[in-house]
């Protein structure tokens, strides 16, 4: 309660700001002129940035006093230039934005759209394909922006080498069917749909299969405008987050929208476009445009290992905060000389209307933080019992097995005492993010408390199939944590519980899957049981 009061009370008092700025307005410009600000898209118009569309086309920008010109990239620029440079206010880009700060470049993410980065490499397949090593040493064709498939290659030892840059207009796809380069990057919307429709088999390597799994498409700024223009900013942040959540909600209206900066964009294409963009939102499990410092830590140190950015690099002033504290005693002044009767109704009007927008954006993170834990950010236990419920109608309908998997960490008591609560947290975090890489977009995973997991196994052909992704499991955790420098051993003891054949309703199944996982511990751990069998399945 505290914290909503203290986020209603930043809201009140970034309402304030924004009923001040526009008051002070007033006496400079027409009462409904719209500020111009530009958005440079890191690449030509596309669905991939749908969410922007939809925030001009349905008025939210315009609501947010902005006129809005989105911009697709030319041949030759660069997005991070031409927002550093102050020909553009805000822009789109991938990770790779940490490496562009460390160059000096002052950007700052106001939000992460993607939750799971789009960016993928594609090759020929062919019968007897090794798979990712099938190209080392040969030429491999990267686009600009894509720096994280770089950290994929080299922890796949991949000689780099024989890395291509692409040159402007070059046409990536064309080269990869011509066999003049052996791999290209691509992105998960776009090349493998003209490399399906030109019927060109192909191999698709994807970072998350190598733990490489951070955020795709975010929306950033320099601190030079976030200093000059701080609440134009939010605002702009706010309207785009909306224009996000309309186009997920009005998928057909937004394929329309689409149309109007892509006109010759086919049906088909806009809809396979869908089918790979939304799942990499994930806007079932966070908010839009959430984003999360211990989670860009991590994709820091990715690049710090692979050796791209120095060991000593900051997220300090890199990661946006909407309730940063702010310096509002201009206001004061500004006020003192241009208050006046009328004005400050009007003043007031636009204040109820921005506080309602904020409000709704605070209970909105309440409503989160009462879901989620708030130490890893997975469903807590009444979000994963309101999953378990749609699946057990679901199954009932579709005639499918499910599973419910109880994952225990073991002797964490242990590892608590011998390094301390701070380190069990780093576990408990990166088991999170192991368990992430191993399961597939339609699983869902939550935390119970303490050391204990719960995940969520649908469309399951036999009970083998649940077997085999605990195994995936118990693999990702023996590889143990570092924490401080230290390597500390892992292991979990896991117990499987199948719908309908162990039980049909939602508390027979975690009760079955508990007695499982316990007598996991009680045996050898390090082991997974089904409930319905009394001997170890590893």
């Known amino acids: 309660m505290?914290?909503?009061?203290?986020?209603?009370?930043?809201?009140?008092?970034?309402?304030i700001l924004a009923g001040f700025v526009i008051f002070a307005g007033l006496f400079s410009s027409p009462a409904n002129a719209l500020e111009k600000v530009a958005l440079q898209l890191k690449w030509k118009h596309a669905y991939q940035f749908v969410g922007y569309y939809a925030a001009k086309e349905m008025g939210y920008y315009e609501a947010a006093g902005l006129d809005v010109d989105i911009r697709a990239l030319l041949p030759g620029q660069n997005v991070v230039n031409e927002v550093v440079t102050g020909n553009a206010n805000y822009g789109t880009g991938s990770s790779g934005l940490l490496l562009s700060r460390?160059?000096?470049?002052?950007?700052?993410?106001?939000?992460?759209?993607?939750?799971?980065?789009?960016?993928v490499i594609l090759a020929k397949s062919f019968p007897g394909n090794p798979g990712i090593q099938s190209i080392n040493k040969k030429p491999i064709l990267l686009r600009p922006l894509s720096d994280e498939l770089m950290v994929f290659l080299q922890r796949e030892k991949i000689d780099?080498?024989?890395?291509?840059?692409?040159s402007?207009?070059?046409?990536?796809?064309?080269?990869?069917?011509?066999?003049?380069?052996?791999?290209?990057s691509g992105y998960a919307s776009n090349?493998?749909?003209?490399?399906?429709?030109?019927?060109?088999?192909?191999?698709?390597?994807?970072?998350?299969s190598a733990g490489i799994d951070i955020y795709g498409d975010n929306l950033f700024t320099t601190s030079k405008e976030l200093k000059r223009e701080a609440e134009r900013a939010e605002r702009f942040r706010v309207a785009s987050i909306q224009g996000w959540e309309y186009a997920i909600n009005h998928p057909e209206e937004s394929a329309a929208i689409v149309l109007k900066y892509v006109p010759n964009e086919s049906p088909q294409k806009i809809a396979f476009e869908r089918s790979k963009i939304l799942p990499l939102i994930s806007s079932d499990l966070v908010p839009v445009g959430f984003m999360n410092e211990a989670r860009w830590r991590n994709t820091a140190n990715i690049y710090i290992q692979a050796g791209s950015l120095q060991p000593d690099f900051s997220l300090k002033g890199f990661l946006y905060d909407p309730?940063?504290?702010?310096?509002?005693?201009?206001?004061?002044?500004?006020?003192?000389?241009?208050?006046?009767?009328?004005?400050?109704?009007?003043?007031?009007?636009?204040?109820?209307?921005?506080l309602n927008s904020r409000l709704k954006v605070a209970l909105a993170k309440t409503q989160h933080l009462a879901n989620h834990d708030p130490l890893t950010g997975l469903p807590n236990r009444a979000l994963f019992n309101d999953r378990l419920q749609r699946a057990i109608l679901n199954s009932r309908r579709s005639k499918l097995?499910?599973?419910?998997?109880?994952?225990?960490?073991?002797?964490?008591?242990?590892?608590?005492?011998?390094?301390?609560?701070?380190?069990?947290?780093?576990?408990?975090?990166?088991?999170?993010?192991?368990?992430?890489?191993?399961?597939?977009?339609?699983?869902?995973?939550?935390?119970?408390?303490?050391?204990?997991?719960?995940?969520?196994?649908?469309?399951?052909?036999?009970?083998?199939d649940a077997v085999e992704i605990a195994r995936k499991l118990q693999k990702a955790v023996e590889l143990g944590v570092t924490v401080d420098g230290q390597l500390i051993p892992t292991t979990v003891s896991i117990g499987i519980a199948i719908y309908p054949s162990d039980s049909d309703n939602e508390e027979g199944l975690c009760r079955c899957a508990d007695a499982a996982m316990y007598?996991?511990?009680?045996?050898?751990?390090?082991?997974?049981?089904?409930?319905?069998?009394?001997?170890c399945q590893s």
């Open 2 to 15: 505290n914290s909503l009061l203290q986020n209603i009370n930043k809201t009140i008092a970034s309402g």
């Open 519 to 535: 007598r996991s511990k009680q045996g050898s751990r390090n082991s997974i049981y089904l409930y319905a069998e009394q001997n």
């Open 160 to 166: 780099t080498n024989t890395v291509l840059p692409s």
């Open 191 to 208: 090349e493998p749909y003209r490399l399906t429709e030109a019927g060109f088999p192909f191999e698709i390597y994807s970072p998350r």
């Open 168 to 184: 402007p207009g070059m046409d990536a796809v064309e080269q990869l069917m011509n066999n003049r380069v052996a791999a290209i």
């Open 102 to 119: 460390q160059n000096g470049a002052p950007v700052v993410v106001l939000a992460a759209i993607y939750q799971h980065s789009p960016y």
């Open 323 to 354: 309730y940063a504290k702010k310096d509002y005693s201009w206001l004061y002044n500004s006020l003192a000389l241009s208050v006046v009767f009328a004005l400050v109704v009007l003043a007031v009007a636009y204040y109820i209307w921005r």
């Open 401 to 464: 097995i499910f599973a419910v998997l109880y994952v225990d960490i073991d002797h964490f008591k242990g590892i608590n005492d011998q390094f301390g609560h701070a380190a069990g947290d780093e576990i408990l975090k990166a088991f999170c993010n192991r368990m992430m890489v191993c399961i597939r977009d339609s699983d869902s995973l939550g935390r119970l408390g303490g050391d204990e997991f719960v995940l969520l196994l649908e469309d399951l052909r036999n009970p083998e």
